[in-house]
């Protein structure tokens, strides 16, 4: 793979995803941050239709702009299973108060208790084995942004004490060379999170 372009934003845990396959293939790339909430001409010309990130150039202007699709075009269809068959545990109990975030964080919960128990193996560090794969990347949301979505609005929904192999693969995940080394800034990541979860919550209390 040559001349790859990404077009990102910097607290998106789906354009890390393919910042960092890309980082454990090797493959140098050229990254242009976007501002999603201004969005560039490039971007609404190359993704009209969703306008976000990540959206990917490969192999002479091959375009790609579904994170998913990124990583198994990285992977060259590789035999790992595919990321798409775990289940999506999306953490947006942060976005709301009250009942609703009480119903969101159970759900979550719900989701994450799968993961826990069908995804992961006490005997494997990662989702399919003792060597990092795609879907641990596709799950990289569970590390450094649920963290901060969790400190952002002041919950807590990954329990130790009941995911015991998700923290454990957490704590492996971050390890890993790559991970460790490009990973968004905590403080700057629940800055974020707050200012984008008053925003959601604004309209419901006021």
């Keep these: 793979m040559e001349e790859v372009k990404v077009i990102g934003f910097w607290a998106s845990p789906y354009v890390y995803r393919v910042t960092w396959a890309l980082k454990l293939k090797g493959v140098e790339y050229e990254y242009q941050e976007e501002d999603i909430f201004n969005k560039s001409d490039l971007l609404l010309q190359y993704n009209p239709v969703h306008k976000k990130v990540p959206v990917v150039f490969a192999h002479g202007g091959k375009l790609m ?39 969101a964080v159970k759900e979550a919960q719900e989701c994450l208790k799968i993961l826990e128990e069908h995804g992961l193996d006490e005997e494997k560090k990662f989702f399919n084995g003792d060597k990092i794969g795609m879907t641990d990347l596709s799950m990289g949301l569970l590390v450094f942004w649920l963290e901060a979505m969790e400190e952002a609005a002041g919950v807590q929904v990954l329990e130790s004490d009941s995911f015991p192999r998700l923290h454990a693969w957490i704590t492996n995940f971050k390890e890993v060379p790559v991970i460790k080394e490009n990973h968004p800034d905590k403080t700057r990541l629940v800055a974020y999170f707050k200012q984008l979860r008053e925003k959601f919550i604004k309209p419901a209390t006021s």
């Design 65 to 103: 702009a579904e994170s998913t699709v990124i990583l198994e075009y990285i992977e060259d269809m590789a035999a790992e299973p595919s990321a798409s068959n775990r289940p999506s545990c999306k953490g947006h109990g942060w976005t709301k108060a009250g009942e609703e975030q009480t119903k």
